[in-house]
């Protein structure tokens, strides 16, 4: 029988330490000025035809001499007038735009302004679910299945109170591991973990109870490859110095990267020869939120 010295019952809240990374993904965006800034050319006055403007053509001395003879202070011709003003306004009008040149400028706006493709018919929305991916995890079914038992002892790990020294934290029963000599006891569950995953959140009842108090004794919880059976991540240890006497939470989020794959979760309690530990597990659960 695994030995146990049961303390008064204090309830403690453990956070589950759960390693996991995260990244900041900065978006760079980069623009110019495009055809669409540049102003079209505007259309000025032919500098041959300026320069004619402002030369100045010798007169006919003769047509002089005939004017000033004829004056008898008529008003001036109206003609020659009505010719330096038309000279003048050809000279100032700018040319029309260019049509041609407009409709290319439009045409590039309206292709730079073009809205993002629709959406593709493939990506269906999500419809989100949560769902308990552990079986048997409050051990009630009075055998440890599906739960993969490891120890050096023949019976389960799954006890009822008697002779479980402590009252399960539901039902009738729960798991003792530890408790004796040179203790190795394992528990673990195969766990498929949908790819759409957004949370994996373990949460479980857990109660020490040490003969000792600073010793190797250790509760450790991994990530376990179930292939090779080692340990990919550990997400939690507890040991004789974080005894509680009774029921306490332990719970946390696993990092997402674990989505998509198939693993063992693994629940491990070793001890040594002297002061020894108790570790009883219970109410165990493995919450995922998915896209359905």
Same mark, same amino acid.
């Given at each position: 029988?695994?030995?146990?010295?049961?303390?008064?019952?204090?309830?403690?809240?453990?956070?589950?330490?759960?390693? $996991?990374? $995260? $990244?900041?993904?900065?978006?760079?965006?980069?623009?110019?000025?495009?055809?669409?800034? %540049?102003?079209?050319?505007?259309?000025?006055?032919?500098?041959? #035809?300026?320069?004619?403007?402002?030369?100045?053509?010798?007169?006919?001395? /003769?047509?002089?001499?005939? !004017?000033?003879?004829?004056?008898?202070?008529?008003?001036?011709?109206?003609?020659?007038?009505?010719?330096?003003?038309?000279?003048?306004?050809?000279?100032?009008? #700018?040319?029309?735009?260019?049509?041609?040149?407009?409709?290319?400028?439009?045409?590039?706006?309206? !292709?730079?302004?073009?809205?993002?493709?629709?959406?593709?018919?493939? @990506?269906?929305?999500?419809?989100?679910?949560?769902? =308990?991916?552990?079986?048997?995890?409050?051990? +009630?079914?009075?055998?440890?299945?599906?739960? =993969?038992?490891? @120890?050096?002892?023949? =019976?389960?790990?799954?006890?009822?109170?008697?002779?479980?020294?402590? %009252?399960? +934290?539901?039902?009738?029963?729960?798991?003792?591991?530890?408790?004796?000599?040179?203790?190795? /006891? %394992?528990?673990?569950?195969?766990?498929?973990?949908? #790819?759409?995953?957004?949370?994996?959140?373990?949460?479980?009842?857990?109660? &020490?109870?040490? /003969?000792?108090?600073?010793?190797?004794?250790?509760?450790?919880?991994?990530?376990?490859?179930?292939?090779?059976?080692?340990?990919?991540?550990?997400?939690?240890?507890?040991?004789? @110095?974080?005894?509680?006497?009774?029921?306490?939470?332990? =719970?946390? !989020?696993?990092?997402?990267?674990?989505?998509?794959?198939?693993?063992?979760?693994?629940?491990?309690?070793?001890?040594?020869?002297?002061?020894?530990?108790?570790?009883?597990?219970?109410?165990?659960?493995?919450? &995922?939120?998915?896209?359905?």
């Amino acid at each position: 029988m695994r030995p146990l010295r049961p303390g008064p019952g204090i309830h403690v809240l453990l956070a589950l330490m759960l390693a $996991g990374c $995260g $990244g900041q993904i900065g978006l760079a965006g980069s623009g110019g000025t495009g055809d669409d800034d %540049t102003a079209p050319p505007s259309g000025g006055a032919d500098d041959d #035809a300026v320069g004619d403007d402002d030369s100045v053509v010798p007169g006919d001395d /003769d047509a002089a001499d005939d !004017d000033a003879a004829d004056d008898d202070g008529q008003p001036p011709d109206d003609d020659a007038a009505d010719d330096d003003t038309h000279s003048a306004s050809d000279d100032d009008t #700018a040319p029309p735009p260019d049509d041609d040149a407009a409709d290319d400028d439009t045409h590039s706006a309206s !292709d730079d302004d073009t809205g993002p493709p629709p959406p593709d018919d493939d @990506s269906a929305p999500c419809t989100p679910r949560t769902e =308990e991916f552990l079986v048997n995890g409050n051990f +009630d079914s009075g055998a440890a299945w599906p739960w =993969e038992e490891t @120890s050096p002892l023949p =019976e389960s790990m799954v006890f009822s109170h008697p002779p479980l020294p402590v %009252t399960p +934290d539901s039902g009738g029963y729960a798991a003792w591991l530890g408790g004796y000599s040179n203790a190795d /006891d %394992t528990l673990a569950q195969p766990v498929a973990i949908p #790819a759409s995953a957004t949370r994996i959140h373990l949460i479980a009842r857990l109660s &020490i109870v040490t /003969d000792g108090g600073f010793g190797p004794d250790l509760l450790a919880i991994d990530v376990v490859d179930p292939g090779t059976g080692m340990v990919v991540q550990a997400l939690g240890a507890f040991g004789e @110095s974080d005894a509680t006497f009774g029921w306490a939470t332990i =719970e946390g !989020d696993l990092p997402l990267i674990w989505a998509g794959t198939d693993f063992l979760l693994s629940f491990r309690a070793t001890t040594n020869a002297a002061l020894l530990t108790s570790f009883f597990l219970d109410s165990v659960s493995l919450r &995922i939120d998915y896209c359905d």
